[in-house]
Every structure is written in C-alpha cells, then in structure tokens.
C-alpha cells in the first residue's frame, strides 16, 4: 500500500470474532493510546461499570466477549487488507453513557443508531479514512434496518481547538447529508441522517 492509498480504495467489514486480531492491530498502532486505553467500551458502560473494568486488558476483554457473543459493535476498514480504522456504531441503547450524558442525551422518543467513535492510526490520517467509515456506517446502519443513523461530533467552526476528534467533525457529517438536531454546549451538536422513510 502506498502512504498516499486514496479513501476510495477503503473496504470495511463487521467486527466478528475472526476479525478481533485487526481490530487489535488498529488500536494498538501509533497513535491510538486513547483507543487502546478504552477499547471503545467507554460509552458502552455505565460510568461505575466502566470505572470496575478498570484497566485496558479488562476493557479489551469485555469487547471481545461482546463480539464473541455475536454482537457486532462496528466496522474495521482496510486498504490492501491492512487493518487501517475503525467506527464504532449500534443501536443508541448499546452505549449506556449516552443517557447520563448532558451533550448527548437522548433528543426525543425515536428509536436510533448512534456512531459514536472513529478509530484512525497515525500514519493513515489526513487521507479521508473517517469520511469512508462514515459512509460504511450508514451503508451498514441502513441494511440493518435503522431508521436514523445519530451522531455527536465536534464542530470545529464554533469552538476551535478541540481535541476530542474521535467524535469526527460536524463538517464531516454534513457532507453526508447529517442534519443538527441539537445543541447543548457550542462546539458539540447533535447530528442525524434519515435511513428509512
């Protein structure tokens, strides 16, 4: 593969159990410590659940056994069959910490899927690799049969200089079709796409 491997070229597959050694091989290249401290368990867990997991062999084991147990918690993308990201996506009720959230609490009634995280190593940045996980996630979210795919980004143009990128970028989302739903702190809407009518 070489460093300048367009998005275009990305493929994605569900996490399952075959696939725990990629999403390994994702977290822990450079420049994911975040993502290997939390194993995307963080927004899975209560906050007490999450503070009992404790340390990162314990959350990576209680991600693994959620795939193990047949749930399928995101999507690993490739470039050339090298593991080269991660989103993380399901069911709103999949991420507990959601609802004690003030910035993403629930906006209404409705039943949604919520993408909460994207995982992109060091050396794979700056090539639109979270824009092509993102379109992966609706493709995915869709044949699932949601009906609204939700997200939590930061938005750069209101509140420079944030740093919690794994969220992905409001501007990101709007070149997906995203729309704002809500607003509960300036840098950090609350976005969604219609899937189904």
Do not use: N
């Amino acid at each position: 593969m070489t460093s300048g491997q367009p998005a275009a070229a990305l493929e994605t597959r569900p996490v399952s159990p075959g696939r725990l050694g990629d999403l390994d091989a994702v977290f822990s290249a450079r420049g994911c410590s975040v993502a290997k401290g939390c194993y995307c368990m963080y927004y899975r867990a209560t906050h007490a659940q999450y503070r009992e997991l404790g340390r990162a062999k314990a959350v990576r084991d209680a991600m693994r056994a959620l795939v193990e147990g047949g749930e399928v918690t995101g999507l690993i993308g490739y470039l050339d069959g090298e593991p080269v990201g991660w989103v993380s996506l399901g069911p709103r009720e999949a991420y507990r910490r959601l609802e004690t959230s003030k910035i993403m609490a629930p906006v209404d009634g409705e039943p949604v899927w919520s993408v909460v995280c994207f995982v992109v190593p060091s050396a794979h940045r700056g090539k639109g690799l979270a824009a092509a996980l993102l379109r992966a996630a609706v493709d995915h979210a869709r044949r699932q049969g949601a009906r609204w795919l939700e997200a939590y980004p930061v938005d750069l143009e209101a509140a420079p200089g944030q740093t919690q990128l794994w969220f992905g970028t409001a501007g990101m989302y709007r070149d997906q079709g995203f729309v704002e739903v809500a607003r509960r702190k300036p840098g950090r809407p609350v976005m969604r796409l219609r899937l189904q009518p």
